[in-house]
């Protein structure tokens, strides 16, 4: 309590105001199946920039529900997702976080199997402008920062779990996103490999001063975390260190005076007319886009089929 007062105030912008959390669930619900499955209850969840958040929860308390949510996978059927304060519409805006600021790491890895190791790490650089060669020099710094300097050319299947675990860990740090989600990173691993790549998310935590937010049922690997939500039944139970502050969406002038990627993000959506944003990531993105969507229907392959 006296630490998250303490992180507010040292924010304080000079209107005094705290800034805004990093992201922020504000009454989110998730409905299926026009209401027949709620899997997410009115939830607030507020994450401030550099925090290390656990949740925790049995399976179906909608732990995944919410990494869909925070990262623009899935929509909320009610409520809102706010980054940095500004709530999040389009696809394309989400599309733009996600290749900016946000990196994702699941379970199932999540690799494309026909590219190697490096070319996996690449594709995230895709649509950034950046030239081919400088594209392959940062994904192989990454790879290297996760200890597989001697398995860049290898493709997924010939890596064991651990090491491609640690593929899409540099593929979701090559960014230097602001915000990284991991959705039970550990969770296909054995013991020795859960403890490397609970270590090397840790490192890049505290290291980088990245905010992360860690799903897992591994209450050891929570208790390295200074915040755990539990969750049950779509609701949060249990928040070590929850939002003292209501979450509150900001002007949008503002947000755009104080973030240069939301200002860019705001001009673009405005530029964008309601059909097309609406179209499916695939006919936006070209050069990602088959990554990203099939990242996403392999995280949420019931939310695909339900839309
Ligand atoms: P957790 O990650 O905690 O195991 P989830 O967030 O995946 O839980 O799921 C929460 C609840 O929502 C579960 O009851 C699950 O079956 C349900 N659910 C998730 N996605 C869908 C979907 N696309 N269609 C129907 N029900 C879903
Ligand atoms: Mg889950």
Redesign the pocket.
Known sequence: MIGLLRRLFRRARPDGLPPPPLIALAGVS?A??DGA?V?LKSVDLAVHAGECVAIL??????????V?LLSGIDRPTGGRVLWNGQWIKSRRAWARLRRREIGIVFQEFNLLPTLTACENVEIALMGRGIAADERRELAQAALVRMGLAQRMEHVPHALSGGERQRVAIARAIVNAPRLLLA?EPTGNLDSANREIVADLLFNLQRDGGMTMVL?THDEDLAARCRRCVR?RD?KIIDDTTPALLPIVEEPATEQAATVVAEKATAAADAAIPPAIDETPLAGIEPPIAEATAAIARAA?P??E??E
């Open positions: 998730r299926f199946d499955i899997a929860g049995p399976s179906g308390s909608g732990k995944s529900s919410i869909n959705d799903v969750m779509g949420a019931m939310t089929a339900a």
